[in-house]
């Protein structure tokens, strides 16, 4: 019988982790654990939260009572851990809350972990979640692979890079099962819209100016949402303790080509003139220490498990565009507080 705590699961990527083990194994107890901040919303996951064995949960890793309890209450024989502030442009502006949620959170969990399981860690297990970006930057050339040495520039990479380290730590010093993946950029459907995708596709349908930082020349390597809870899935089950397994879409593109992919599709949907939302590209001021490529290397987790990415980008790119042109609402709702209504009267708090 597998209790699985899930951290952040009312986020992005969380929400689609949730929906996928709920669904997928209905004999295991998922514990949803989420503070449900601006990013975290319950509306991601209205399909799922009636099953029986999906639990919600709000509250704060930070938490160290409540941890203690839920363990307690719900058994909890593993972990997987998503919940973090993600987003790199609110760590440049307030860096502090990165650092206790990302790094002091995840150390409280790994604490009431090793304590509740005291010692006993057969059939236990702490999958960490993380990104590609605490390998730093690249040049034109080259990948990350999981030897790559850490190299974390920006204040969201950096308590990423911390936490991973303390993970790690407590592998190598307490034994503790462990696991950590660092995924490239995800897109996908529920991704809240202060990032890239999701904000232009938001901005090309209002017809408002589309940011763009720099020149556009900054590559990221796309990997679509369910793509990455597939293969969280799949390392939760088949994953070696201690390992780290780099996942990523195989899929690089420098961001002013995705936004003009965007561009095309969205107003090709809305039955607008080719390329009529062109004159929406407003170059803007650089992100501060913005980082140049990401690429994986995610040829071990292909070789030693056999995951791969199962949808090419322009297929991505159009569920996902017609999932925001079916879901204006969600958009709507998730950016306007409306949410916490909805907890309240769903939970009766
Ligand atoms: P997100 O911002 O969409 O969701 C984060 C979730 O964590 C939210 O539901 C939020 O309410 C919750 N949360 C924040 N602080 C909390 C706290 N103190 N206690 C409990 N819950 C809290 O993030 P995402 O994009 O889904 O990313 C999820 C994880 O995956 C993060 O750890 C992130 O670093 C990592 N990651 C993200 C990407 C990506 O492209 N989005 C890529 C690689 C790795
Ligand atoms: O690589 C994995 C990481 O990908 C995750 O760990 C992060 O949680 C996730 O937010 C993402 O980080 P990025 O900074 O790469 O994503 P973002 O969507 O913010 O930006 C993508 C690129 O687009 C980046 O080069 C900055 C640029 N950009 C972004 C925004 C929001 C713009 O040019 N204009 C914008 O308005």
């Not at 009636?50 to 930070?62: A, E, P, Q, R």
């Not at 058994?75 to 790094?103: C, G, M, Q």
């Not at 936004?259 to 095309?264: A, E, G, S, T, V």
Request: charge should be negative; include cysteine; hydrophobic fraction near 35%.
């Amino acid at each position: 019988m597998k209790n699985i705590l899930v951290t952040g699961g009312a986020g992005f990527i969380g929400s689609h982790t949730v929906r996928l083990l709920v669904n997928n194994y209905p004999s295991y107890r998922i514990v949803n654990l989420d503070l449900l901040t601006y990013a975290g919303n319950l509306y991601n996951l209205s399909d799922i939260e009636k099953k029986s064995n999906y639990t919600f949960i709000k509250g704060d890793i930070n938490d160290y009572q409540l941890l203690v309890t839920i363990f307690d209450k719900y058994d909890i024989n593993s972990v997987i851990h998503l919940a973090a502030e993600s987003h790199v442009d609110r760590s440049i502006k307030d860096p502090l809350i990165f650092a206790k949620t990302n790094i002091l959170g995840t150390l409280n969990l790994l604490q009431v972990a090793k304590e509740s399981w005291n010692n006993d860690f057969e059939d236990k297990l702490f999958y960490h979640i993380s990104t590609d970006e605490v390998y730093g930057a690249l040049s034109d050339t080259g990948f990350f692979e999981e030897t790559t040495p850490y190299n974390p520039k920006s204040p969201y990479a950096a308590s990423k890079a911390s936490s991973d380290h303390f993970v790690r730590a407590f592998g190598n010093t307490y034994k503790l099962p462990i696991i950590i993946s660092n995924c490239s950029n995800n897109y996908g459907s529920y991704q809240f819209p202060e990032k890239l995708i999701p904000l232009c596709i938001h901005n090309i349908c209002q017809q408002r100016e589309i940011p763009v930082y720099g020149k556009g020349e900054n590559i990221r390597d796309w990997l679509y949402v369910e793509d990455h809870a597939k293969a969280i899935d799949i390392i939760f089950h088949e994953g070696k303790v201690g390992e780290t397994y780099n996942i990523g879409g195989w899929n690089e593109w420098k961001n002013i080509d995705v936004i003009k992919l965007l561009i095309d599709k969205v107003d090709t949907y809305l039955g607008r003139k080719k390329g009529t939302s062109e004159k929406l590209i407003r170059f803007v001021k650089d992100r501060a220490g913005h980082d140049y490529r990401y690429a994986i290397d995610a040829t071990k987790l292909n070789k030693e498990i056999g995951w791969k990415p199962s949808l090419q980008f322009e297929e991505g790119i159009e569920k996902t565009i017609k999932w925001y042109l079916n879901n204006q609402d969600w958009v709507t709702k998730v950016t306007s507080g409306d949410y916490q209504k909805y907890y309240e009267e769903m939970y009766k708090l």
